[in-house]
């Protein structure tokens, strides 16, 4: 990179999210090329010592501060209001570059020239540190002033205020100053955790907990060195059982659902899972051995991964059994159930019921995921690759973010509606060591006029090789249609008239079609969306072929023999 002149945050590149309604690839090639240079000019010259990086790194660092805004462009108002200066807002993007900015002040120190250092602070208190005092002790954290997550209860709290904490602790002189920074920390990252509820679910899905989770442990480890231990974030109320997350959530032999905007596979970041196994002294063996060390993606998140910290200080707790048949969150609606150990049960189940005005929400309510072996045979697809739609008033347009793409009814040709009002209400949930079941009233979730009751039940078996029985009892005031939908990343065929077998890897179920005698088809198609990550989704329909003034559906769903090698 030496050779190469830096890529320019020109008006056109800036712009081409608001023409185009897709995050380009040229705009992320920028603000990669920037950042990156900063990064890794910092590190190179701290490990060689010679001065042969100052100079592109100083290069780099005006270049930067003579844009006009650091926010991501997706995150600019539609009429580029922070591009044209008519407000100083702080999203992900600026609280980020900030922190990386005076990190690299801080590692380098004199070794930059006084300009230099000048021009990041300066640059850093105009465009971060001031904007969010003003906004704090003005009481303007709203959109309008594009400092609403101040507050909020979700990832974007935590994210920023890890960005304006590790600036302000990097380039302000005053400790009166530093100290106002983390007070105001210490009191917005509780919104933060409110977010999880009682339970310690993450409505937000584990993609989101690896982002937010990750910058809040990095809030509490600057503040915690910051102040010798005497300000201690990580006992704030919620934060330990935030922390469980997902190793509650996870079903069995590292695969978890994709619940709300994250990639089908995902899974915890493992520098950050052995970072809360140790703080939290969870004791939780897969987790023990893992390294605290993370690969480079910025200058703190290298400092605090790679040197001494609280955790690697905090003795290891000996493991624990922390093994449970199954891990609830009544709050959330989500529970997940197990095998015994040591049992010839080989499946496993994720099943989610809330809201459907979640943060990164999906209209997913009575959804669910079935795991058998180390395969994903009935799954949740993850969300969608960010577009201009995503976010906004069409955001249920996509296939995968409606209900279309998930495991759930279609009622009267109608898919699940948004909003808070459609909730999965919990009737009953039963648990023993032989099976668990769940009973969700959906009722609510379709703007289904002549809908009188839907009642969705699962019954998951532990015994045998194991067993989920999923089951809808509906009734209209008239005869409606009814169908419902099994996702697969897998191979389908039909087994003869009320089967079909699903493949994945080296692992087969079959699905076990009951109507009670009204006919019914079987239909698969592509979901015709781009996910994340990985291939576009199949989607099985399995429609009533008349319309019914009540009915009972029920899916059977079964390992088939051992696994295929």
């Not at 100079?55 to 270049?63: H, I, Q, R, S, T």
């Not at 648990?431 to 699962?458: G, H, N, Q, W």
């Not at 005031?477 to 389908?492: D, K, M, Y």
Request: neutral net charge; contains cysteine; hydrophobic residues 40%.
């Amino acid at each position: 990179r030496l050779q190469t002149p830096v890529l320019p945050m020109t008006l056109a590149v800036y712009s081409l999210y608001h023409t185009t309604g897709r995050r380009t690839a040229r705009y992320q090639r920028v603000r990669d090329d920037q950042q990156g240079r900063i990064t890794l000019y910092t590190l190179a010259e701290c490990l060689e010592n010679k001065g042969r990086f100052l100079k592109p790194l100083e290069e780099v660092l005006a270049e930067v501060c003579a844009e006009p805004t650091w926010i991501w462009c997706f995150d600019d108002t539609a009429n580029l209001d922070d591009w044209y200066g008519r407000r100083t807002s702080v999203d992900l993007g600026a609280a980020g570059l900030a922190r990386e900015m005076a990190a690299a002040v801080v590692l380098l120190g004199d070794h930059l020239s006084p300009q230099t250092r000048q021009l990041v602070i300066d640059n850093c208190r105009r465009r971060i540190l001031d904007p969010y005092r003003a906004a704090v002790e003005s009481g303007q954290a709203n959109y309008a002033t594009g400092m609403w997550w101040i507050n909020a209860r979700m990832n974007w709290n935590a994210v920023c205020h890890a960005g304006i904490v590790g600036t302000a602790l990097g380039v302000l002189a005053d400790r009166h100053e530093r100290a106002w920074f983390i007070a105001a920390a210490e009191k917005y990252t509780r919104d933060y955790l409110r977010g999880f509820g009682p339970d310690g679910y993450c409505a937000e899905g584990l993609g989101y907990w690896n982002y937010g989770f990750s910058n809040y442990m990095a809030t509490c480890e600057m503040i915690w060195q910051a102040t010798g231990g005497k300000v201690d974030l990580f006992d704030q109320p919620q934060a330990r059982q935030a922390a469980l997350f997902p190793f509650r959530l996870e079903i069995m032999n590292g695969l978890w659902p994709a619940y709300a905007d994250c990639p089908w596979n995902v899974a915890p970041e493992s520098a950050l899972a052995a970072f809360v196994n140790r703080r939290y002294r969870l004791g939780l063996a897969q987790w023990q051995t893992v390294g605290l060390r993370r690969r480079v993606v910025s200058i703190p998140v290298m400092l605090m991964y790679g040197c001494p910290n609280s955790a690697s200080e905090t003795p290891p707790a000996s493991s624990a059994d922390g093994y449970e048949l199954r891990s609830f969150f009544p709050q959330g609606g989500v529970l997940t159930c197990r095998p015994a150990l040591g049992s010839p049960c080989r499946l496993g189940v994720s099943i989610k019921g809330g809201n459907n005005a979640e943060s990164h929400n999906h209209n997913d309510l009575g959804t669910f995921v079935v795991a058998v072996g180390k395969e994903l045979l009935i799954l949740d697809p993850g969300g969608e690759v960010y577009t201009a739609r995503t976010f906004s008033k069409n955001r249920y347009e996509s296939n995968l973010l409606n209900s279309f793409g998930h495991p759930v009814p279609v009622v009267a040709g109608q898919l699940q509606r948004t909003g808070a009002e459609a909730q999965a209400h919990i009737l009953a949930t039963r648990f023993t060591d032989a099976a668990d079941t769940c009973i969700m009233d959906l009722t609510s979730a379709y703007a289904v006029p002549e809908l009188k009751r839907l009642t969705r039940t699962f019954v998951y078996d532990r015994r045998g090789e194991g067993t989920l029985t999923v089951s809808d009892e509906f009734a209209f005031t008239s005869p409606q249609s009814f169908g419902n939908a099994l996702i697969t990343h897998g191979t389908w065929q039909k087994d003869g008239a009320s089967a079909l077998t699903i493949s994945q890897g080296d692992e087969t179920i079959r699905v076990t079609i009951d109507t009670q005698g009204v006919p019914f088809t079987i239909e698969g198609q592509t979901i015709e969306e781009q996910p994340l990550v990985g291939p576009k989704p199949t989607r099985i329909g399995i429609n009533l072929t008349q319309p019914v003034a009540a009915g009972h559906v029920t899916l059977t769903i079964t390992p088939v023999g051992a696994p295929r090698s």
